[in-house]
């Protein structure tokens, strides 16, 4: 994981050569949202909010189960409201996590669109090991597909998110967002472009980006609780939190940016 420490920090450095206002400034708490889907209401969840230097969810199937529980968190300013990111904030974030325990599910990073908590993954899932991003704004994006990554449970990992808005955000010039898996050898998505979004939905929303306003945190979603026996568990664990304001617009010369992607190699 050194890489991606090294990454943060050329990416806060290259923010202030290039100049760029500090748009929403840094999370300084996380707060939780349990049972976003609550499938199995019976089920003992356990919740540990330790942010910065920890956040842990362990859910526990307690019989009559349905499919899925789904528990989110969320950067925050103030420890009781989630950070509310326009479509124009530039930002990096990123943490730790790892899955464990005998049962499966999905879990990882999110930016979320302003209708839903609960899309916008950058997804690590058991017990396929499938990688990959989609839902909401997110472009998608498979590092199973593209690097042949998998997950394996029990093991930490570190995502990444770098949102870069633009002066135009337009067709010509929208918005990018890149993703990095290192699972300590990293890879990268390299920029991916934003689409439209909805114009009847502009204002208040905006187009070409993350949109007005988005949310960004972690989950966890316990799947096929209904066919685990009681007592089966599924634990996820989040450490190592970045974040970098990356002000309301991010220019960054490609020949600075080609000595960030030198850190991979």
Not at 116 to 126: K, L, M, P, V, Y
Not at 157 to 162: G, K
């Amino acid at each position: 994981m050194r890489n991606f420490a090294k990454l943060i920090i050329t990416i806060a450095l290259v923010a202030m050569a290039a100049g760029s206002a500090l748009a929403v400034g840094v999370p300084n708490s996380a707060v939780v949202i349990p049972r976003v889907f609550n499938d199995a209401p019976f089920s003992v969840l356990t919740v540990q909010n330790l942010y910065p230097t920890g956040i842990c969810f362990t859910d526990e199937v307690v019989q009559p189960a349905g499919w899925a529980n789904l528990h989110v968190w969320r950067l925050s300013q103030d420890g009781v409201s989630p950070m509310e990111f326009a479509n124009n904030d530039g930002f990096a974030v990123g943490a730790s996590v790892r899955v464990s325990g005998d049962g499966n599910g999905e879990a990882g990073l999110q930016i979320t669109p302003w209708w839903s908590e609960a899309d916008g993954r950058f997804n690590i899932r058991t017990p396929d090991g499938e990688v990959a991003v989609f839902g909401g704004r997110l472009p998608f994006y498979s590092f199973t597909a593209n690097h042949g990554k998998s997950y394996v449970k029990g093991t930490w990992v570190h995502l990444t998110m770098i949102y870069r808005p633009t002066n135009d955000m337009d067709a010509t010039n929208p918005a990018t967002i890149e993703y990095i898996y290192d699972d300590g050898i990293a890879v990268s998505s390299g920029q991916l472009p934003f689409d439209e979004g909805n114009p009847s939905e502009d204002p208040p929303h905006g187009l070409w980006g993350i949109l007005n306003y988005a949310h960004a945190g972690g989950y966890m979603q316990y799947n096929n609780m209904v066919g685990q026996p009681a007592g089966t568990q599924m634990k996820t664990e989040f450490c190592g939190f970045t974040f970098v304001d990356l002000g309301a617009v991010v220019s960054i010369e490609a020949s600075t940016w080609g000595d960030v992607k030198a850190l991979f190699r």
